[in-house]
């Protein structure tokens, strides 16, 4: 059969990839659902702005707004099992979020850079949603960051 296949060498094929609700209950995969709706925020909030900052905050919306897709697609990956509990893929979900860490680490200090430049403007609900977008992108950073490690620590 397939299991065959796995090599007793690789310790991690001992811990199989999540499919269907149980991803829900399942750390890291947990984390899926919130990152999205996080980053769905983020990209909300900086686009009621109407991204006053188009430099600082067109990477963020660039950031958010990608991370959410492919997270929203890994969420169905897992849900409909698509990954077929292959090795390569944990390596893929290692490297995607680690990628995506550092990528919405800089998006999340631009972020709060456009909210310290707002704050000497006199439209404060434009710095009321930067900060709660610098909020939600820190907070989707530490998810992300989080999602990253505890695939090592499996």
């Not at 686009?47 to 890994?74: K, N, R």
């Not at 893929?92 to 998006?107: E, K």
């Not at 610098?134 to 505890?150: P, V």
Request: aromatic fraction near 16%; hydrophobic fraction near 50%; proline fraction near 5%.
């Amino acid at each position: 059969g397939a299991m065959a296949s796995a090599s007793p060498t690789a310790a991690a094929s001992q811990s199989t990839l999540p499919s269907g609700p149980v991803v829900f209950k399942t750390i890291p995969y947990a984390f899926i659902l919130p990152e999205i709706i996080c980053g769905a925020w983020v990209w909300i909030l900086v686009a009621a702005t109407s991204v006053s900052f188009p430099l600082l905050q067109g990477w963020v919306m660039y950031v958010s707004l990608t991370s959410c897709l492919i997270s929203l697609l890994l969420l169905v990956s897992y849900l409909f099992g698509l990954h077929k509990n292959s090795n390569n893929w944990k390596v893929l979900d290692s490297l995607y979020h680690g990628a995506t860490a550092i990528l919405y680490m800089s998006a999340a200090v631009l972020q709060a850079n456009a909210t310290i430049n707002s704050e000497f403007g006199f439209r404060s609900p434009v710095y009321q949603l930067n900060c709660a977008a610098s909020f939600f992108a820190f907070i989707t950073t530490f998810l992300y960051i989080l999602h990253a490690f505890s695939n090592y620590y499996q």
